[in-house]
């Protein structure tokens, strides 16, 4: 007999070792997330998948999925908090989509549609971020930075290298390069590795292939967020 957890009254059946996120994924369930990437280890960092599971918030990304488990997703407190959350990011940093090569491809702007968010609601900060453009085939913009860290781990679990970093407290936490100028043209980072490709939003971008994809036939433009992932693409790949 099959284990199964109960998301929002729906029973979805998952295998020993699967998250609450891995269970829902595989049974086409959204449950609304930025630094969480089925190829790396659980990070827990965005809490945009907080979940109340009999009655206590936890991350679905980093919870053991458990037999007979009673799971709340989709409720207008847990939308609320996680509508929150977006605006937040949005003000924390200088993200100004209509001018954004990864309009359309951005994952933070899609999950800002899909919680109905239209306004940031709080103050801007307009924080001072670092541009770097002294590699020759990426483009680091920390102006779009959300410090999911999902660079740092592909950089440390898959490439090797430890290319990237993060830096400072609470607002003052930025991304780092590891090099001796903090330059990222100065790294080991290289364009084929699979940290270049992992940024949910403009903050990594290949230099000399913007707008290949014109804005308005992207991956997000034809389909939210919310079924692209349950559909198993990531608009990660997509530029």
């Not at 998301?7 to 994924?25: P, Y």
């Not at 109340?52 to 989709?74: F, H, W």
């Not at 989509?97 to 900060?125: D, I, R, W």
């Amino acid at each position: 007999m099959s284990k199964t957890i109960t998301i929002d009254g729906t029973k979805i059946s998952f295998t020993e070792g699967q998250t609450i996120m891995d269970a829902a994924l595989a049974a086409k369930v959204y449950i609304p997330h930025l630094c969480h990437n089925p190829e790396f280890k659980p990070h827990g960092s965005c809490k945009l998948c907080t979940v109340n599971v009999n009655g206590r918030a936890v991350s679905a990304c980093t919870m053991p999925a458990s037999d007979g488990m009673e799971v709340e997703n989709k409720t207008e407190t847990l939308d609320n908090e996680r509508r929150a959350i977006v605006q937040m990011l949005f003000v924390e940093g200088n993200h100004l989509c209509p001018t954004c090569e990864k309009s359309g491809n951005c994952q933070l702007q899609a999950v800002a549609y899909c919680l109905g968010m239209m306004t940031p609601h709080y103050n801007h900060f307009y924080p001072p971020r670092e541009i770097d453009a002294s590699h020759p085939d990426v483009f680091l913009d920390r102006n779009r930075c959300i410090l999911c860290e999902l660079c740092v781990r592909a950089s440390r679990d898959v490439d090797g290298k430890n290319v990237f970093g993060l830096s400072g407290r609470g607002i003052g936490s930025r991304l780092v390069v590891n090099s001796a100028s903090g330059r990222l043209g100065d790294s080991t980072f290289a364009v084929t590795d699979r940290a270049a490709k992992v940024c949910p939003t403009g903050a990594i971008l290949i230099k000399r292939q913007g707008f290949s994809v014109p804005i308005g036939s992207r991956i997000y433009d034809h389909k939210p967020i919310c079924q692209v992932e349950t559909e198993g693409k990531s608009g990660g790949e997509h530029e």
